[in-house]
């Protein structure tokens, strides 16, 4: 096989836009699945209007780097099984904070300390209210 046989592997921010429907589907499938996993303080943070990179932030905290590695691992296969489309997880290794990008919907999970540093809420809030999950 050439180099110019092979597809190229594209993040998932890259796949093909989604309707508004599809990206509700994926928001509601993540946050189900965090709520399913027992996360704690999970926010979305709407993005649509705001910024290019995503129509929702979602943060959430684990209780321990288990925790955080383990929720991140459902969330990838939920994702893959019930919409088919693989996400790029960035952090596992470590699991205090793990991005997963799931194209739409970008998702930053943190044990509690991390999380308190990077404040994240603060930074993507831009000065509104913040839909609270929990």
Not at 29 to 39: C, E, N, V, Y
Not at 77 to 105: N, P
Request: proline share 3%; charged share 25%; hydrophobic share 40%.
């Amino acid at each position: 096989m050439t180099s110019s046989d092979r597809s190229p592997i594209l993040p998932a921010s890259a796949a093909a836009p989604r309707s508004d429907s599809e990206v509700e589907r994926l928001h509601d499938l993540i946050l189900s699945s965090l709520d399913d996993d027992q996360a704690d303080e999970v926010v979305s943070i709407p993005l649509a209007g705001k910024s290019t990179i995503a129509d929702y932030l979602v943060i959430a905290t684990g209780r321990s780097t288990r925790h955080v590695a383990s929720m991140a691992n459902k969330l990838a296969q939920k994702i893959k099984s019930e919409t088919g489309q693989l996400v790029r997880i960035e952090g596992l290794a470590t699991a205090d904070w793990v991005l997963i990008d799931a194209g739409d919907v970008i998702v930053h999970l943190f044990r509690a300390e991390v999380r308190s540093f990077y404040n994240l809420e603060r930074m993507w809030g831009f000065g509104d209210n913040t839909d609270s999950t929990n």
